[in-house]
């Protein structure tokens, strides 16, 4: 095994030690905190707060109903392909090098686009997410807006207190 091999494998080994203990940590967090668990951007749980603080008028809930529901849909579809991304990029980072005939640059470039896959789908819930908040902000008061403000922000921060 070349000095580069060992290099690698050792940098890769560490950098799925580093994903698995950051996916535990964020696991353990969110299960020990209960403010994070119950007010998480889950687009369940936003719904349900959406109709229980925002005194919607019939007219605005049944205007939000196809945002939300569509909403929801490809939420669901690109939470499943950022799982399905991020368990290639590992997949693909643990196995680099272990093939003692693999090219090296395969292996990089295979790392390389799963990460690439896997920016791609979290950039493109990002941008759901926005495009939904404006989508929404459209059949809303003022003052309903700035509550769906303060709660997007608090569900970043992790803190619904007020």
């Known amino acids: 095994m070349t000095r580069l091999q060992i290099i690698t494998m050792v940098a890769a080994s560490a950098l799925v030690s580093?994903?698995?203990t950051s996916l535990i940590t964020i696991q353990w967090h969110d299960h020990h905190n209960p403010a994070h668990q119950n007010h998480a951007?889950?687009?369940h749980d936003f719904h349900t707060w959406l109709?229980?603080?925002l005194?919607?008028?019939e007219a605005q809930s049944k205007a939000l109903l196809p945002i939300e529901e569509s909403f929801t849909a490809e939420q669901k579809r690109l939470r499943v392909e950022i799982a399905s991304a991020a368990d290639d990029l590992a997949h693909r980072i643990s196995h680099q090098g272990s093939d003692q005939g693999s090219d090296q640059g395969q292996d990089d470039a295979a790392v390389t686009n799963a990460l690439e896959r896997l920016d791609h789908a979290q950039a493109a819930l990002h941008r759901?997410?926005?495009s939904h908040f404006f989508q929404m902000k459209?059949?809303?008061?003022?003052e309903q807006t700035k509550q769906?403000?303060?709660?997007?922000?608090?569900s970043i921060v992790g803190d619904h207190s007020h």
């Not at 459209?138 to 003022?142: G, I, Q, S, V």
């Not at 769906?148 to 608090?154: A, N, V």
């Open 51 to 53: 109709h229980t603080n």
């Open 138 to 142: 459209k059949e809303l008061t003022p």
């Open 128 to 130: 759901l997410s926005l």
């Open 55 to 57: 005194d919607l008028t």
């Open 41 to 43: 951007p889950d687009s």
């Open 18 to 20: 580093a994903i698995t």
């Open 148 to 154: 769906i403000l303060r709660w997007t922000h608090d």
